[in-house]
Structure formats: C-alpha cells, structure tokens
C-alpha cells in the first residue's frame, strides 16, 4: 500500500473525474463559508468546528491559507507547516495526474509535459502572486521555480483541471516561449 493510500482511504478508489467534482464541491463551499464575515476566524472551513484555546485550536494550511482544526489537518514535518485534508488531496490528485501524463508523454514526447507544467507554472504563479499578494509573477518564474516548490499547489489544480493539458495536446504546433 502507497504512502498516499494510507493517508486518505477511500479517496484512490474514486475515478478521476469523481475526484476532481469532490474537490471542486469543497472548493466551493469553502469560498461561500469564507464570504461570511469573520467565519473563518471562529470556527474551522473543513468541518464548521469552533475554535476553543485549548481544546480545538486554530491552524493555518498552508497551501489554502484557510484556518482549520486538528482533526481536519496533519502536519508536514517536512515542510514544517499544517496542510488541510483537502489540499492533501488536491496533491495527490495532481501528483497522479501528472505521473499519469509523465509516464504516456514519455511513450510519445517528454518535450509535450514540459511545456504544459511551464504553462502551469506561469499561470499559477501569476494566480498566486495576485491572490496572496506575495511576489509578481515575474520574480516567481525568474527565480527557476519548479511545480513542487510552489506552495499553492490547491490553487494550481482548480486552475489545472486537466482542460489546458488536454487543449495544448489537440494543437500540435503549439509553441511555448517562457
């Protein structure tokens, strides 16, 4: 059993087209809780749980920068940071997806993936430079950032949603110029 298996059961069994509707449900209901004013400060955007000192503290993920509870988070120690159940999720959905596509465009052409995660990469980073407000676009993509180094990868799957890999496939000539 896979390391991602055992973190979220359940969750491989899904078709991907399943997955990607959950994931989006979640999106949206998260973006409706947090247009209420001061919700997300008082009680959890997974679960709707309040927030106590002691017993059910608040946390930050890191990738939706939404606050949640202990029970709908886990730590990385490798990132020293608190990640959300559902931006588990969202890795692992676009860590698969794109091992899917790695593995067919290596049967075919590499070259094909390479330039749909560049693509990715400068619309994600202008995504995120906008919306956390942290750096412009052009320093992101100047300073060689890869798919994994980017800490809003949520945000780069609702982007993703497969449609750009699937629309630069069907144009053969596309040409990419980063």
């Known amino acids: 059993m ?27 209901k998260c ?11 008082h009680c959890c955007i997974r679960c709707c749980a309040p927030f106590t000192f002691l017993i059910n503290s608040k946390r930050q993920c890191q990738d939706c920068k939404y606050n949640i509870c202990k029970s709908c988070s886990s730590y990385q120690k490798k990132e020293k940071a608190w990640i959300c159940s559902v931006c588990q999720q969202a890795r692992l959905f676009l860590m698969i997806f794109l091992q899917k596509r790695n593995y067919q465009s ?27 407000g942290k750096m412009r676009p052009v320093e992101l993509v100047s300073q060689g950032m890869t798919l994994r180094e980017i800490p809003v990868l949520q945000q780069l799957f609702f982007i993703f949603k497969a449609e750009i890999y699937i629309d630069i496939q069907q144009r053969p000539n596309t040409h990419v110029s980063i």
Do not use: H, W
């Open 31 to 41: 973006s409706i809780l947090s247009k209420q004013q001061k919700f997300n400060e």
């Open 106 to 132: 290596s049967q075919r052409n590499n070259c094909r993936l390479l330039q749909v995660v560049n693509i990715l990469l400068v619309y994600c980073c202008t995504r995120a430079a906008f919306t956390l």
């Open 2 to 28: 896979e390391k991602g298996q055992r973190l979220l059961p359940g969750f491989f069994n899904l078709k991907q087209s399943e997955m990607k509707q959950k994931l989006d449900e979640e999106g949206n």
